[in-house]
């Protein structure tokens, strides 16, 4: 149980265009998603909290504009990274909260994206 | 917010060896305690966590200790083994229940 998808674990794109990438929670419901970034060797910064049916929360110095998320369902959260340049390359990590779930703090992961910009 | 540390930043052991490695937290509202393992190019696993109203836990090779006087949680590992190779990191959520996590420990077990 408890298993997150993402897709596509690894993508290619060109400077100027838009990546969207999809976190699913595939044997339960997330109220709350989240969505990291994690550069080599380094720890997850998180860059946005997403949740269902409303906008997303922003961490400080996360452009909004820029990375667009979507939380439409209760088991779907999407981020589309706009306009991409290659200092947006990175690993992408989102997680899942469980609604109603053992323990308000209780998330799981993903297994990632890796976005290269050209 | 919540300020997590964690130590050491590698650590290096020989097969069947222990392990252990330290995170504080500064907010004393945190209540939620896990432990993730990240294996290269995949996402961080969940392989232990540790709530607020009890000292210990135990599953098999891995065990979680906290501390909530001192605030500081620790992660065991018993009888390494090369496949434990990996980086672990300590998260806390603080009074926000949004998670901070510390900046990961490089695990490597030599055969």
């Known amino acids: 149980g408890a298993v997150v998808s993402q897709h596509p674990s690894r993508v290619i794109c060109k400077s100027g265009t838009s990546v969207k990438i999809e976190c699913r929670s595939l044997?339960?419901?997330?109220?709350?998603m989240f969505w990291y970034r994690q550069f080599p060797k380094q720890s997850l910064m998180l860059m946005a909290t997403?949740?269902?049916?409303?906008?997303?929360?922003?961490e400080q110095g996360v452009e909004k504009d820029k990375f667009l998320i979507n939380h439409a369902s209760l088991t779907l959260s999407t981020l589309t990274v706009t306009s991409a340049h290659p200092e947006d390359s990175s690993f992408y990590i989102c997680?899942?909260?469980?609604?109603?779930?053992?323990?308000?703090?209780?998330?799981?992961f993903g297994p990632g994206t890796r976005l290269t910009v050209l | 917010g919540e300020n997590v540390e964690q130590h050491p930043s590698t650590l290096s052991v020989q097969e069947g060896d222990s392990a252990v490695i330290k995170c504080t937290y500064s907010?004393?509202?945190?209540?939620?305690f896990p432990w993730y393992k990240q294996e290269l190019g995949k996402g961080p696993q969940l392989i232990i966590d540790?709530?607020?109203?009890?000292g210990e836990k135990k599953d098999q090779r891995i065990a979680v200790t906290l501390n909530k006087t001192a605030k500081h949680f620790s992660l065991h590992i018993t009888e390494t083994q090369p496949e434990d190779s990996a980086v672990y990191f300590c998260?806390?959520?603080?009074?926000?229940?949004?998670?901070?996590f510390g900046r990961g420990t490089s695990l490597i077990v030599h055969p």
């Open positions: 997680s899942a909260r469980p609604s109603g779930g053992a323990t308000i703090n209780e998330q799981f």
């Open positions: 044997d339960f419901q997330a109220t709350t």
């Open positions: 997403s949740n269902e049916g409303s906008k997303a929360t922003y």
């Open positions: 907010d004393s509202a945190s209540n939620y």
């Open positions: 540790i709530r607020s109203n009890v």
């Open positions: 998260a806390a959520p603080g009074g926000s229940y949004i998670p901070t």
